[in-house]
């Protein structure tokens, strides 16, 4: 499969590679596509995140240059009512998407997971959560196998 595309504009997601958030994904938009059209820049793109601020300006969103081998198009919205126990699946902290495990369920809506990278059992209520799905030579992959 060859270099995904991606436009100006577009929501992606970013793979951190950093120690400590690694496996962990971001929403960013592409904000300039590629930076050239030849050589080693032509991998990388600029993008601006949704939720992480300018260390540096911290009112503004943080813009960073990211190779596209760490980049993903936003997941299709697949909204759940409900999850199992044992089930895999994405929960929104500190600012990215990270994998893990639904180990309980506390009440309406609320649910314990363990997360891959960390191995922490954290509460974590509906709307923080999604099914996991993996990019997988182009295509999104759920459990079942397909999307």
């Known amino acids: 499969m060859g270099t995904p595309h991606f436009v100006l504009g577009q929501e992606v997601e970013v793979r951190s590679i950093e120690n400590g958030f690694r496996g962990s994904w971001y929403p960013a938009t592409i904000f300039q596509t590629p ?3 030849s050589g ?3 991998n ?4 601006e995140y949704a939720s992480l601020l300018d260390p540096e300006r911290a009112s503004k969103l ?7 081998c760490n980049l993903r198009p936003k997941p299709p919205d697949m909204s759940n009512e409900s999850f199992r126990l ?5 929960v929104y902290h500190n600012d990215g998407w990270w994998k893990g495990v639904v180990t309980k369920f506390l009440k309406k809506e609320m649910y314990t997971v363990c997360l891959d990278s960390t191995g922490e059992e954290i509460d974590f209520g509906m709307l923080e959560l999604r099914s996991h799905l993996g990019w997988v030579d182009g295509s999104w992959i759920g ?5």
């Open 35 to 37: 930076l050239k059209l």
């Open 143 to 147: 459990a079942d196998g397909q999307v």
């Open 86 to 90: 044992g089930e895999e699946v994405d």
């Open 44 to 47: 990388q793109v600029e993008i």
């Open 40 to 42: 080693p820049e032509s």
């Open 62 to 68: 943080l813009r960073e240059i990211a190779l596209i």
